[in-house]
Each structure stands twice: as structure tokens, then as C-alpha cells.
């Protein structure tokens, strides 16, 4: 994050002594990006953090991908995957991918059991709460979280997930980092006055605690030769991961809620561009919230008919009533595909019927990516097959 937090015990200058009350040296880890050249924190462990106990291999859950191919535009359920609810699944190992590239893998879990101790040394994570409520433990302290929040977490960051019931995730895992849009931010890192949010709309992590545990389990998902070139491992560390004293610095977890997001309208339809809130490397983040739209007399609210030339699209539909898309079977919890190589627009009729709207109320998470996506397990057992042909009159037999 662009902006500096302290909380607990740290010296008054970095890199000297810090003692505990027994006169022990707490032992002080910098956690940073681009070797030495960007965003870290500095934190402050009763344990050394290198000690590990024991070591093995963790098996992941499918990672296998496959090519959109014939190229098609897609219509996932997600609500299909995970049946009647949760089932003892956990919001880390119970993730099932819907499609991935080499910089973006995205994921979907209903989970009701609390997560192991996990680290994704690939990349940072953005895990959208569709519904329900938990608490995301850290190595920084506690994220309390709940719908429509976007949680941030920067790579290699240990942490759980703690359902309070059952809890919808859409996980968007990089391969890079993810940060506020760079047009939005100044050159010093600080949120700008035409930025759709700000630092005050920004929760960090609260409530440091030590436990003193031993023999705990860190999963880590790392580089590999797996599928996708992803692979597990879990790390038995001799005390709990949780030991930090103190910490400071500009890098951490942070939570931002989607509805204090402050969209952007004009008197004519406003471009994808106009809801980023994200972005990675190669890749993009968009949302789509209850709006006022288009005033122009003549003005038609949806979205044009547009060729992604350069970008697949992924639209996570999550509330309200998303106008384009009436017609073609979509609902809370579905996910359109709209691949490079295929114009796509609004469903028939969506043209006409929006004309003299004067407000959406409709809530959705958009990807896009700059290489083509792959179609993971999920994404194959709970694609309608259907969706393609929804723009044609006649259905699926107009499509033959």
C-alpha cells in the first residue's frame, strides 16, 4: 500500500536491538517487494522465522488448464459447483479453478471450516466475498471481512481464513502484484482527487497477537513443474507463524468494500476503464456498482457492441440486475467469458429497453486479461454450453 502503518512494539530506528522484558532480541524480518527497490515492512518475531521442523509435499487441488477452444463465449454457473453448501471445505484448499493464463488464475469456493496457515509465494491474492463473513487471520494482525469486500494480500503473506457460516469466495490469484490503478495514484504512491476511492475507504490489519504454539503447518503454493507451473508445499514450523511483536512499514493486507467505490458516469456510456479499481501484471480489475447513467437525450445506457482485441473478459456477476446480460440466463453468481477474437454486447433487446434508464442497480467483478484465459476444471463442470448462442435469434439452433 502507499501509505505507512505502525502497529505494536518496534525500536525507534530500524536494524538496531530490540529487546523483549527478558532482555531477549526479538528477531527482525524485512518483508520486500523487487528485491530492494519497492514497498516492505519490517517485522519483528519472538521466533526466527527461517526454523522449519519438517517439510512435505502438498497436493493441489486440480491446477490442469485447456484451451478455449473452438473459440467460444462462455456462461458459468459457480453456484453449481459446490452443490448444497459448504461441506467441511475450507477457503484455501477447497479453491477450484475456472480459468487461468501465466499471470492470472481465478477461483471459486463456498467454504464453512477454517483454513490452514497458507502462503502464496506466487504472487499477491484478491479474494472477493460474494456473501457470508469471516475473518482473514495474519501475520499483521486480523482483517474482519465480510460481502462485497475485496481482500488484498501481498505475496507471500501467511495467513487463514475463519468462516463466521458459510462463506461465498471469488479468489483472483496473480502472478505479480496487485495494486490501485497507477493513474489513480500519484508519484509518491498517494490516492489522487479523480480517483474513484480513497485511503479513508482502506481497512488495515488490527490486533496483533503472539501464540505460542509448535508444530504448526504452513501450506505454500509456489513455482513448479506442475500443471500451470504451480506446485504445494507444506512447511511444519517448531512455533506458530504468529509471532510478531510489532511491525511498520508501507507493505500489508488491506480490505476495500466494492460499495465504496464511487463510480464514474458521463452523459454518454463510460468505458470498461471508467470502474477499474486494480490492476496486475497483464491484467485488470473492474467493478460495475449501482449507478446513475448516461443523460445525454439520446443516450443508450448499455454497453456498445465491442471487439476485445487485445483482452479476454471475465465478468463475475455478484448483485443486483445487470441489464446487458437480461435474456442469456445470468444471475447472482455467473460468469460470462468474452474472449478476444468475438464481438460482444448486449443480449437481444437489452438495446431497446434501456433507452430513458436513468439508474442500474447491478453489482459485478470484471477481469481482463491481455493473454488469452484457459479453461480450468470448474470452469468445465459448470459451463451452460449454451451461452454462445444467446446473441442469435432462434437460441442454439440459429447457432448450428
Known amino acids: 500500500m502507499p501509505y505507512y502503518r505502525v502497529a505494536g512494539s518496534v525500536p525507534p530506528k530500524r536494524h538496531t536491538q530490540h ?53 467460444t463465449p462462455r456462461h458459468l454457473s459457480t453456484h453449481d459447483l459446490f452443490g448444497e453448501g459448504a461441506a467441511g471445505t475450507d477457503a484455501v484448499t477447497g479453491r477450484r479453478l475456472l480459468l487461468g493464463n501465466a499471470d492470472v488464475r481465478l477461483s471459486y469456493v463456498v ?33 474482519p471481512v465480510g460481502e462485497g ?5 501481498p505475496r507471500a503473506t501467511t495467513y487463514r481464513i475463519v468462516p463466521d457460516g458459510p462463506v461465498r469466495v471469488y479468489a483472483i ?3 505479480s502484484h496487485i495494486t490501485p490503478a497507477k493513474r489513480y495514484l500519484s508519484r509518491f504512491g498517494q490516492l489522487l482527487e479523480h480517483a474513484p476511492f480513497c485511503e479513508r475507504d482502506l481497512r488495515g490489519p488490527e490486533g496483533l497477537r503472539v501464540v505460542a504454539e509448535q508444530d504448526v503447518e504452513v501450506y505454500i503454493k509456489h513455482r513448479g513443474t506442475g500443471p500451470g507451473g504451480i506446485a504445494g508445499t ?12 510489532g511491525w511498520d512499514g508501507c507493505l ?23 470502474h477499474q479499481v486494480f490492476e496486475g501484471h497483464n491484467f485488470v480489475i473492474c467493478n460495475f ?15 456498445y457492441y465491442h471487439s476485445n482485441v487485445d483482452s479476454d473478459e471475465v465478468m463475475f456477476y455478484c448483485g443486483g440486475d445487470y441489464e446487458a446480460r437480461k435474456g442469456s440466463g445470468i444471475g447472482q453468481g455467473s460468469i ?51 451461452y454462445a448462442y444467446s446473441w442469435a435469434k432462434g437460441g442454439k439452433e440459429a447457432g448450428k
Not at 352 to 365: P, T
Request: net charge negative.
Open 234 to 245: 507444506v512447511h511444519t514450523l517448531p512455533h506458530h507463524p504468529f509471532d510478531v511483536v
Open 149 to 153: 469486500d475485496y481482500v488484498v494480500v
Open 336 to 386: 460470462s467469458l468474452h474472449p478476444g477474437g468475438h464481438p460482444h454486447g448486449p443480449q437481444p433487446g437489452a438495446y431497446e429497453r434501456a433507452i430513458g434508464a436513468e439508474f442500474f442497480d447491478e453489482l459485478a467483478v470484471m477481469v481482463d486479461t491481455f493473454r488469452p484465459l484457459e479453461l480450468g476444471e470448474a470452469a468445465r463442470a459448470c459451463d451452460d454450453g449454451v
Open 19 to 71: 529487546r523483549a522484558p527478558d532482555g531477549s532480541l526479538y528477531f527482525e524480518e524485512l518483508m520486500g517487494e523487487e528485491g530492494f527497490s519497492s514497498d516492505s515492512s519490517l517485522l519483528y518475531h519472538v521466533n526466527i522465522p527461517s526454523s522449519i521442523a519438517a517439510y512435505r509435499v502438498w497436493e493441489l487441488p486440480d491446477q490442469s488448464l485447456v484451451p478455449n477452444h473452438p473459440l
Open 173 to 175: 490469484e496473480a502472478n
Open 289 to 303: 456498482v449501482p449507478r446513475k447513467v448516461d443523460y445525454h437525450p439520446l443516450a443508450i445506457p448499455v454497453p
Open 111 to 143: 467454504a464453512d471450516t477454517t483454513s490452514p496457515y497458507y502462503r502464496n509465494a506466487i504472487g499477491d491474492e484478491c479474494l472477493y466475498v460474494e456473501a457470508g463473513a469471516a475473518r482473514v487471520e495474519t501475520v499483521f494482525g486480523d482483517l
Open 252 to 274: 500489508y493486507p488491506y480490505v476495500f468494500n466494492i460499495r465504496d467505490f464511487e463510480p464514474l458516469t458521463g452523459r454518454v456510456h463510460q468505458p470498461p476503464p471508467a
